[in-house]
């Protein structure tokens, strides 16, 4: 029997090691199917959920990808093996704590490359480092983001968790989208 060849994510998966993004007391779980407590009421999204986000993002080495809601780091690390030294990945935290955690974190991989930044609300995302190739979205929009919408370069694309449904949105060069549901998923509230 021939052996399936490993996809980009699977190798990023091998690479970047969920065990050091938890809290010491779930480490010994990390390889469980589930999410986990990373404190302030948030979580380390569940692995099979992870990668189908990464997987319908379709990253390349070299994109400029945003990753909102970096929470412990590790999709951020995720997503910088990814897009590799040539890319660049700029995280946005709103919870404090949670940003200096998820430096810490990102730091064991030297990837100068990716970039934690503290959340600045109202403000969703970082308008001021658009446009992005590619935008991750780790927490559920009650409805479709727009301002983030518009931090996607024309052709790029945004995973997101939208009213339970994780949606790839593709923006369009007259500045409309298209919008492709892939299931239901549940997420901490986008805030």
């Given at each position: 029997?021939?052996?399936?060849?490993?996809?980009?994510?699977s190798?990023?998966?091998e690479?970047?090691?969920?065990?050091?993004?938890?809290?010491?007391?779930?480490?010994?779980?990390?390889?469980?199917?589930r999410?986990?407590?990373?404190?302030?009421g948030?979580?380390n999204?569940?692995?099979?959920?992870?990668?189908?986000?990464?997987?319908l993002?379709s990253?390349?080495?070299?994109?400029?990808?945003?990753?909102?809601?970096?929470?412990?780091?590790?999709?951020?690390?995720?997503?910088?093996?990814?897009v590799?030294?040539?890319g660049?990945?700029?995280?946005?935290?709103?919870?404090?704590?949670?940003?200096?955690?998820s430096?810490?974190?990102?730091?064991?991989y030297?990837?100068p490359?990716?970039?934690?930044?503290?959340?600045a609300?109202?403000v969703?995302?970082?308008?001021?480092?658009?446009?992005?190739?590619?935008?991750l979205?780790?927490?559920?929009?009650?409805?479709?983001?727009?301002?983030?919408?518009?931090q996607l370069?024309?052709?790029?694309?945004?995973?997101?968790?939208i009213?339970?449904?994780?949606?790839?949105?593709?923006?369009h060069?007259?500045?409309?989208?298209?919008?492709?549901?892939?299931?239901?998923?549940r997420?901490?509230?986008?805030?």
């Amino acid at each position: 029997m021939r052996r399936q060849p490993r996809d980009r994510v699977s190798e990023a998966f091998e690479a970047v090691d969920r065990t050091g993004f938890l809290r010491p007391s779930y480490r010994s779980q990390a390889r469980e199917n589930r999410p986990l407590p990373i404190g302030h009421g948030q979580t380390n999204s569940q692995p099979s959920t992870v990668a189908a986000m990464l997987r319908l993002l379709s990253v390349a080495a070299g994109h400029h990808v945003l990753d909102v809601g970096s929470g412990s780091g590790w999709t951020s690390a995720l997503l910088g093996h990814l897009v590799g030294p040539t890319g660049c990945v700029r995280a946005v935290e709103l919870l404090e704590d949670l940003v200096a955690w998820s430096r810490e974190n990102v730091s064991q991989y030297s990837m100068p490359w990716v970039e934690i930044h503290q959340a600045a609300p109202p403000v969703l995302g970082l308008p001021e480092y658009a446009p992005f190739d590619r935008i991750l979205v780790s927490a559920e929009a009650g409805q479709m983001p727009s301002s983030l919408v518009d931090q996607l370069d024309v052709d790029a694309i945004m995973v997101a968790p939208i009213a339970g449904r994780l949606c790839s949105v593709r923006k369009h060069r007259d500045g409309g989208y298209t919008v492709r549901r892939h299931g239901h998923y549940r997420f901490v509230p986008l805030r």
